[in-house]
């Protein structure tokens, strides 16, 4: 008769090899065989073979594998986190959010951090800002004290990102001063990434309470930093913006001008990537204006190019 102990071998063997459907197969019958003697060692072996199953995409079987470890060990917070793994692959929103809302209520610290990031994020995703703000105000709240202060600055930077967009900017001002205060003077990559993107959400800001021009200034500025460091989205939010208030001031020639400058700096540092992540932009740009009023700009946007290319 086969051990448990030589399926778990035989799994933890496939896994280091990939061969996952092997390794999920061997976790289910060591599961199986350890189920009526070592119910605990029996969930955490079809705890394994449920996420190898979502690690291969196959949904049904780690949904059908997660049941049987719920069967030995009920609804405690360690199966409640990974059901709310497995109903992430849910199209219906409200069951993924339900998943994760059980995680908060019950899981540990870690866990409950982790639950209130996700529900954070899914709210984001669906637009609804104020919700994502106030989870991401609790985690802020919970996390414990030696947490790193980029980590926390993270956090700050995204409740300013959704009291933005709730149009709430004198909060989202202050969440950002919290972040920078928590920044060294100087830093690694990360560190300056970081500010980077706290500059370049104060040029939003700036846009978004009807300060074009300040919020052209700051944005360019980002803009430079973003260049010195090779920090590429920060680069690209920056010249959006950038262009956003050359359109909005009818300065068209400009705001194409950003456009194309910027897909080709990020040509030259990632090749055709880098065009791709600036095209849409100018497709939506040539749409806005229609064919006419677009060609009056491009125009005029080569004699521009023609002049100052040319011998002086």
Known sequence: MIEPESLLQEAIAALNESDYATAGERF???AELLAVRRPDDAVAAFESATRLALMRGDVATAAATLDRARALGGDNARILRLAAEVA??????????????AVARSGDATQRHQALLRL?????????????????????????????????????????????????????????????????????????????????????????????????RAA??????AVQTDDVMTYLGAAALI???????????????????????????????????????????EARLGP?????????????????????
């Not at 992430?88 to 809302?101: C, E, F, G, L, S």
């Not at 909060?171 to 560190?191: C, E, M, R, S, V």
């Open 220 to 225: 360019n500025a980002v803009r430079d930093r």
């Open 88 to 101: 992430d692959v849910d199209p219906d929103i409200n069951v993924r959010r339900a998943a994760w809302q």
């Open 243 to 285: 262009a956003m208030v050359h359109e909005q001031e009818k300065r068209l020639v400009d705001a194409y001008d950003t456009y194309i400058r910027a897909r080709e700096s990020l040509a030259q540092l990632l090749g055709e990537d880098g065009k791709r992540l600036v095209s849409p932009a100018i497709e939506m740009f």
């Open 120 to 216: 954070a994020d899914l709210s984001r995703n669906q637009k609804e800002h104020a919700q994502s703000a106030v989870y991401f105000s609790e985690v802020v709240r919970n996390l414990p004290q030696e947490t790193a202060p980029h980590v926390r600055a993270e956090l700050y930077l995204e409740i300013a990102s959704a009291r933005t967009a709730t149009g709430e900017l004198d909060i989202a001002l202050a969440a950002l001063d919290d972040a920078d205060q928590l920044l060294p003077a100087t830093g690694d990559d990360k560190t300056e990434t970081l500010r980077n993107r706290i500059a370049g959400q104060r040029a939003v800001i700036a846009f978004g309470s009807g300060d074009p021009e300040g919020a052209l």
């Open 28 to 30: 289910e019958r060591a």
């Open 292 to 312: 006419d009023e677009f060609a009056v700009v491009w125009n005029e946007w080569v004699a521009r190019r023609r002049a100052a290319l040319a011998p002086r």
